[in-house]
């Protein structure tokens, strides 16, 4: 079973420029996340999707940070404009669903902001 | 959401087991307890997840309070491979909130 596909793996950009991170979740897993996770912290949620509807974004910086997942399937996270504070992991996850449904996560995305 | 408290850390010798304690006192009826851990570059895996009682699978023990308000996750013979940051999440209806975990070091 292919595991959660995430792109690019690293990104360097300067501060006030834009940047998207795509997400390929295992297939039928109709549950999708999108984390933050700065160096040293745990993973933040960002973004909950149940299919292609948002079930949670209430972390979700809504003024600069914005995410789609076309058709309930791939998903992409945008940036813009980027800020210092951006540089970080972004994980992408998906579940089956349900109450027990574990969590699979991608290898994510590094950001850089200079 | 319900949340975990975790040790930063903790050290083991290669070969012994570990126990890594994860409190939960604000756990309701229907939280499921996961734990996921995390290598150097790379996303969260799963390890193991237990409602009610304790747990086994090739990876790790579960074992859970009675009155589930604390977990421990038992790696029985710690390798160096085991190295890593662990989590204790509760899981409810795809909800979930990762602490800081606990950084796992293990001594040769």
């Known amino acids: 079973e292919a595991g959660v596909a995430q792109s690019p793996r690293y990104k360097i950009i300067e501060k006030r420029q834009s940047v998207a991170f795509w997400c390929n979740p295992i297939s039928g897993h109709a549950t999708l996340y999108w984390y933050q996770q700065i160096l040293g912290q745990g993973p933040k949620l960002l973004i909950q999707f149940q299919n292609n509807g948002v079930v949670d974004d209430s972390q979700l910086p809504k003024d600069r940070f914005s995410a789609e997942r076309l058709k309930g399937v791939d998903s992409t996270l945008k940036i813009q404009p980027a800020k210092l504070e951006d540089s970080a992991v972004y994980l992408c996850a998906s579940s089956s669903g349900g109450r027990l449904g574990e969590l699979f996560f991608g290898e994510g995305s590094r950001l850089t902001v200079l | ?108």
């Open chain 2, 1 to 108: 959401d319900a949340k975990t408290t975790q040790p930063n850390s903790m050290e083991s010798n290669e070969e012994e087991p570990v126990h890594l304690p994860c409190n939960h006192s604000t756990i309701s009826g229907t939280d499921y307890i996961h734990w996921y851990r995390q290598l150097p570059s790379q996303g969260p895996e799963y390890v193991i997840h237990g409602l009610t009682s304790n747990v086994n699978n090739r990876m790790a023990s579960l074992a859970i309070a009675e009155d589930r308000k604390s977990s421990t996750l038992i790696l029985h013979r710690a390798t160096l491979r085991d190295a890593a940051v662990y989590y204790c999440i509760l899981l409810n209806a795809g909800k979930s909130t990762f602490g800081d975990g606990t950084t796992l070091t293990v001594k040769p």
